[in-house]
């Protein structure tokens, strides 16, 4: 009787294992063990983790998502169609359609005229990376970025498509990617979360809520810890007036015997895991304040970020903190920016974004390279979809608005392991459906992990009664964007 291989569990069903067979895998595993654990510079991971070592050599240590909240325009950053110039103010032509879902908030129009970009396009660097004149310093890196045109999802409002990028479901509960990183590979130091979350402040928009950075049904210590912009950067951290470190030092420790007491009478994750977040948030008072103390960064970095560089909330400030979190150990740093949401007036609010994050964008991986740090850090920019070709609302001579659009995208990533100068993907002549290589974001999650040494149909766990992953039951590795 045949055994399929499982596809999401992780484990193989050894029913009708021969004895000749089991000695063969066996030896294959121990093999590919000790090789690993020579070549792997991660073997010795967190004892707290899931993973005692990765399941292939890794590429990247850490992951920095520098998350464009709210749907950047791929056609107006990075996807140049000429043909939208062309026909401006033409009706979407129904061949293109082929009759798919809008949004609301587009079904009512009576027409669907294209718009065509108010930004001009040119070629850069060695790779001749086409790139909008709204990215400036993003031009600048081009040889260092793999352009990747071709990306999609199926969610058409916003949260489900965040949800979506963040957890690899549209529905709220499951683990963020940030969590899942933290429970397979644990932390680099030990005076850090593993996950910490930053968000630019006053940046308006669509809100974002804790729910996306959540560990779902992982222990609690997987969730992504928020950084705030604020003397007390995480909230409940610091003691309370007349409270000194060293009377709260004791308090944990009496609690801590006090919990090791109830878990000699019986075994309970969760008391566990509140232990270990108790002695996380002890250690935290003395390493929070250093990590966000930018005083001892050079002034020659700070003017590389741009003139926000010190403003605590900026997106440049905090892509200059989430490189030092990059270099304590932090594994997965996600950096939110809101504000891309150009229902109307697409083209101020393109200049106005674009200002806020391209030269700190640029910047970080201008900074990582210089620090040797890009080789294992992957830098990962996008949002949740992208925009449609025809206009939202009303269009005049110089203004108009883009609706939601799911179906075609672009997401940017630079080192950890991408392929540098290459661009994967391509879309039509209208930006409205991909006619090659498209990545879906179960594909993008699947090779994330893959870069960080995992293999994502194996990093699972047991919830009621199935085993999850951060991929469900899809993804597949893009081989061509891999180094």
């Known amino acids: 009787m045949n055994h399929p291989e499982p596809l999401c569990t992780g484990f193989e069903d050894t029913a009708g294992l021969s004895r000749r067979a089991f000695l063969n895998k066996l030896g294959l595993g121990m093999g590919g063990l000790a090789l690993a654990d ?23 240590k850490r992951i920095i998502f520098l998350y464009q909240s709210g749907g950047p325009s791929q056609m107006d950053l990075f996807d140049h169609k000429p043909r939208l110039n062309a026909e401006h103010g033409q009706e979407l032509p129904d061949s293109v359609r082929q009759g798919q879902r809008l949004t609301g908030m587009s079904t009512n129009q009576s027409s669907l005229p294209l718009a065509g970009s108010p930004f001009t396009f040119d070629h850069y660097g060695e790779s001749r990376a086409t790139l909008s004149s709204a990215l400036p310093y993003t031009a600048q890196v081009a040889d260092d970025i793999c352009f990747v045109k071709s990306m999609y999802t199926e969610a058409i409002n916003h949260g489900p498509g965040v949800t979506m990028m963040q957890t690899g479901s549209q529905i709220p509960g499951r683990p963020s990617f940030g969590s899942w990183m933290s429970y397979g590979l644990g932390s680099m130091n030990d005076n850090l979360p593993s996950y910490v979350v930053l968000k630019t402040t006053g940046g308006g928009g669509q809100p974002l ?24 950067a995480v909230l409940y951290l610091n003691n309370p007036q007349g ?9 944990i420790e009496h609690l801590q015997q006090l919990h090791e007491k109830q878990l000699a009478e019986t075994s309970d994750p969760a008391l566990e895991n509140h232990i270990a977040q108790y002695e996380m948030a002890f250690r935290m008072q003395a390493s929070v304040p250093e990590v966000t103390d930018l005083s001892d960064e050079s002034q020659s970095t700070l003017d590389l970020y741009g ?7 900026t997106f440049a400030a905090n892509c200059l903190l989430a490189r030092r979190l990059a270099e304590k150990g ?22 106005k974004q674009t200002e806020k994050t391209d030269q700190p964008s640029a910047a970080l991986i201008k900074d990582l390279k210089m620090r040797g740090m890009l080789d294992d850090t992957l830098v990962v920019w996008g949002g949740e979809f992208g925009r449609t070709n025809y206009c939202q609302g009303k269009m005049t001579a110089d203004n108009f608005g883009r609706d939601h659009h799911p179906r075609c995208f672009t997401m940017w990533m630079a080192g950890g392991g991408v392929r540098p100068g290459y661009s994967h993907g391509i879309t039509d002549d209208y930006c409205y459906n991909i006619v090659q290589d498209g990545v879906h974001v179960h594909d993008l999650h699947a090779t994330l992990q893959h870069l960080l040494g995992i293999n994502h149909e194996r990093l699972t766990f047991k919830y009621q009664g199935r085993h ?5 039951v899809h993804g597949h590795i893009v081989k061509p964007i891999l180094a």
């Open 209 to 232: 809520t804790s729910r996306y950075w959540d560990a779902g049904f992982l222990p609690g210590k997987h969730n992504g810890v928020q950084f705030r912009a604020d003397k007390d």
């Open 330 to 351: 932090v594994r997965f740093i996600q950096v939110f920016e809101q504000g891309w949401d150009a229902h109307s007036n697409l083209p101020e609010n393109i200049r």
């Open 243 to 251: 409270v000194s470190r060293r009377s709260r030092h004791a308090a």
């Open 307 to 313: 003139k926000n560089a010190t403003k605590p909330g």
């Open 468 to 472: 999850f992953r951060l991929t469900d």
């Open 38 to 60: 020579l070549v792997n510079p991660l073997s010795a991971l967190d004892p707290s983790a899931l993973l005692s070592s990765t399941h292939i050599a890794p590429k990247a």
